[in-house]
Antibody
Framework: QVQLVQSGAEVKKPGASVKVSCKAS????????IHWVRQAPGQRPEWMGW????????IYSHKFQGRVSITRDTSASTAYLELSSLRSEDTAVYYC??????????????WGQGTLVTVSS | EIVLTQSPGTLSLSPGERATLSCRAS???????LAWYQQNPGQAPRLLIS???NRATGIPDRFSGSGSGTDFTLTISRLEPEDFAVYYC??????????FGQGTRLEIK
């Protein structure tokens, strides 16, 4: 079955960067795309960006443009989210999630378990 | 940016009752691009409905979606104990490509 296994919780200081990994299994990694979505405590999910795993083409939310980078390593079946210039408002659970299409479909059919990123001085 | 507003914020019902959840968009969206998710505490969201009315794989037929333009509805025909959760609508396809509503909490009365 499809599994997306994310890296463990992180604690970062304001101004630092964080890189979260998402290892996929149970399907052909290069045949689908990946979204990154975050959710602050008690808040709605917030879409951050997307990557076409085959071409590595990315689309980012305007809110995070310049601070976010999504990449992938096809040999490791792993996608990555890097967020820089962290501030306290970035404290949230970060999810990777699979789109049923390789091109941008927009719906999310499978989710990782989430990675809690805490930003605190 | 398309803003999605869900109502009510909290819905209190009993098992066996019918639940009707609303999602209103700030501008018209193609119904092909409206989805619903269920989220339980401490878990990731789960896709229920895509394309406004198409149930995802494995979703019971007591869940149904409808609507078009700016007004969309998720209906749960007969509530089961496991249905009490938070529900989010989501639109995809405009700029930014993906936005979520603020959620409706469905609680046991």
């Amino acid at each position: 079955q499809v599994q997306l296994v994310q890296s463990g919780a992180e604690v970062k200081k304001p101004g630092a960067s964080v890189k979260v990994s998402c290892k996929a299994s149970g399907y052909t990694f290069t045949g689908y795309s990946i979204h990154w979505v975050r959710q602050a405590p008690g808040q709605r999910p917030e879409w951050m960006g997307w990557i076409n795993i085959g071409s590595s083409h990315t689309i980012y939310s305007h809110k995070f443009q310049g601070r976010v980078s999504i990449t992938r390593d096809t040999s490791a079946s792993t996608a990555y989210l890097e967020l820089s210039s962290l501030r306290s408002e970035d404290t949230a659970v970060y999810y990777c999630a699979r789109d049923p299409l390789l091109t941008f479909g927009g719906i999310i059919v499978d989710w990782g378990q989430g990675t809690l990123v805490t930003v605190s001085s | 940016e398309i803003v999605l507003t869900q109502s009510p914020g909290t819905l209190s019902l009993s098992p066996g009752e019918r639940a009707t959840l609303s999602c209103r968009a700030s501008q018209s969206i193609d119904s092909s691009y409206l989805a619903w998710y269920q989220q339980n505490p401490g878990q990731a969201p789960r896709l229920l409905i895509s394309g406004a009315s198409n149930r995802a794989t494995g979703i019971p037929d007591r869940f149904s979606g409808s609507g078009s333009g700016t007004d969309f509805t998720l209906t749960i025909s007969r509530l089961e104990p496991e249905d009490f959760a938070v529900y989010y609508c989501q639109q995809y396809g405009s700029s930014p490509p993906v936005t979520f509503g603020q959620g409706t909490r469905l609680e046991i009365k």
